[in-house]
C-alpha cells in the first residue's frame, strides 16, 4: 500500500535518507520543519514548537507520522541550557503532534515515533530486552518521558511504533565521520577501556526499518534499533583505521580525558550497551548490514 508519510525532522541526517528510500518505494512525502517551501524538491511544511503551531495542511492526505525531531545529542557540550534543549525539542514536539491530532479532522492511520538506547542507561545487562526500565540517568529520564508522549496518540487509535534507535552509523555524520578524523591524522585511539560495547546499526538498515514500521500492520510498540552484533569501542576504531590503511598506535584515551574534552557527554561516549535486536528480527527484517566489518566497509569504501 502506498502512502502519504509526514516526516518531522525531516531535513536532518536520518529524514534525508529516510525520504529518498520511501519516494524509491512509490510513498509520497511531506516534511515539517522550522520554515515552509520546498527542500530537496519535497513539500516543507512549518511548525513552531515553542509557539504551539504545526500549519494544518501538513496533514492532508497524510496516512503515516515519522516522528524524527529531535536537538543532537552530541552536537554540543551538556550545559543545562543545552540539556534543556535536548529534553523540550523532544517532549514538546511530540506533544504538541498529539495536542494537534486531537483537535484536527486528519486521515492519520499510523504514528512511527523515534527514542534511543539511551533509556537502558551507560551499562546494561548482556542482551537487553525493551522490557527494562528506563535507567535514572538524564537521557534515560527524556527517552522515559519522550516515549510517555505519545500514549495519547496510542489512546485514540492510531497505530503507534516506537523505535528505540542505537549510534547511527553514516558517512555524513555521527560516529563513522568523527572516528575516521584522528584516525586519518595518525591519531586516532579508541574511548575509555576501549572494552565496552556499543550497539550500533546502519543507516540504511535504520531507514528500511523506518519503512516496514510505516507499512507492517503488526509492528506495534517498542522495537530495539539496533544491529545482533554490537562490537567493542577498541574493535569499531580498529576496523574504521584498516578501512582506511592507517595504523592505530596510541592507547585508549581514559575516561578523565573525555571528561576534560566533552564533560557530562563523556559518559555517554564510554556507556557500555549490550541491547538484544531479537524483537526486531522476530517480525521477519533482515539487516542488510548486521555486522560491523561489512557496515564499515560500506560507509568508507570511497574514502581510502
Same mark, same amino acid.
Given at each position: ?44 511544511? *512549518?511548525?513552531? +514548537?515553542? !509557539?504551539?503551531?504545526?500549519?494544518? #495542511? ?6 503515516? =507520522?515519522?516522528? &524524527? ?114 584516525? *586519518?591524522?595518525? +591519531?586516532? !585511539?579508541?574511548?575509555?577501556?576501549? #572494552? ?6 546502519? =543507516?540504511?538498515? &535504520? ?17 530495539n534499533a539496533v544491529t545482533p552484533h554490537p562490537e567493542t569501542n577498541q574493535q569499531l576504531t580498529t576496523l574504521i583505521a584498516q578501512q582506511l590503511n592507517k595504523p592505530l598506535i596510541l592507547p585508549p584515551v581514559p575516561k578523565w580525558v573525555l571528561k576534560i574534552l566533552f564533560g557530562e557527554v563523556a559518559d555517554m561516549l564510554a556507556a557500555n550497551q549490550w541491547i ?29
Amino acid at each position: 500500500m502506498k502512502q502519504t508519510v509526514l516526516i518531522t525532522g525531516g531535513t536532518g541526517l536520518v529524514g534525508n535518507h529516510l525520504s529518498k528510500l520511501l519516494l524509491q518505494k512509490g510513498h509520497q512525502v511531506k516534511l515539517l520543519g522550522r520554515n515552509e517551501g520546498r527542500f530537496n524538491n519535497l513539500p516543507l511544511y *512549518k511548525w513552531d +514548537i515553542d !509557539a504551539g503551531f504545526i500549519d494544518p #495542511k501538513a496533514f492532508e492526505g497524510v496516512d503515516t =507520522i515519522v516522528h &524524527l525531531a529531535g536537538a543532537g545529542i552530541a552536537d554540543k557540550r551538556w550545559t543545562d541550557a543545552y540539556k534543556s534543549q535536548i529534553y523540550n525539542s523532544r517532549i514538546l514536539s511530540t506533544r504538541l503532534l498529539a495536542k494537534t491530532l486531537s483537535g484536527l479532522p486528519h486521515s492519520v492511520k499510523n504514528f512511527v515515533s523515534t527514542s534511543a538506547t539511551g533509556w537502558y542507561g551507560l551499562n546494561t545487562p548482556e542482551a537487553t530486552t525493551e522490557e527494562l526500565p528506563a535507567a535514572p540517568t538524564f537521557l534515560g529520564t527524556v527517552c522515559r518521558d519522550w516515549e510517555a508522549e505519545t500514549y495519547p496518540i496510542q489512546q485514540s487509535g492510531i497505530r503507534t511504533t516506537i523505535l528505540r534507535v542505537g549510534v547511527v552509523f553514516a558517512k555524513e555524520s555521527g560516529f563513522i565521520p568523527e572516528v575516521a578524523k584522528p584516525v *586519518k591524522l595518525g +591519531i586516532g !585511539a579508541a574511548l575509555a577501556s576501549g #572494552k565496552q560495547l556499543t550497539s550500533w546499526i546502519h =543507516i540504511d538498515d &535504520l531507514c528500511q526499518l523506518y519503512a516496514k514500521a510505516i507499512t507492517d500492520p503488526t509492528m506495534q510498540g517498542i522495537y530495539n534499533a539496533v544491529t545482533p552484533h554490537p562490537e567493542t569501542n577498541q574493535q569499531l576504531t580498529t576496523l574504521i583505521a584498516q578501512q582506511l590503511n592507517k595504523p592505530l598506535i596510541l592507547p585508549p584515551v581514559p575516561k578523565w580525558v573525555l571528561k576534560i574534552l566533552f564533560g557530562e557527554v563523556a559518559d555517554m561516549l564510554a556507556a557500555n550497551q549490550w541491547i538484544s535486536a531479537q524483537k526486531i528480527q522476530q517480525t521477519g527484517f533482515t539487516f542488510e548490514y548486521p555486522k560491523a566489518s561489512d557496515a564499515i566497509g560500506s560507509l568508507l569504501h570511497h574514502t581510502k
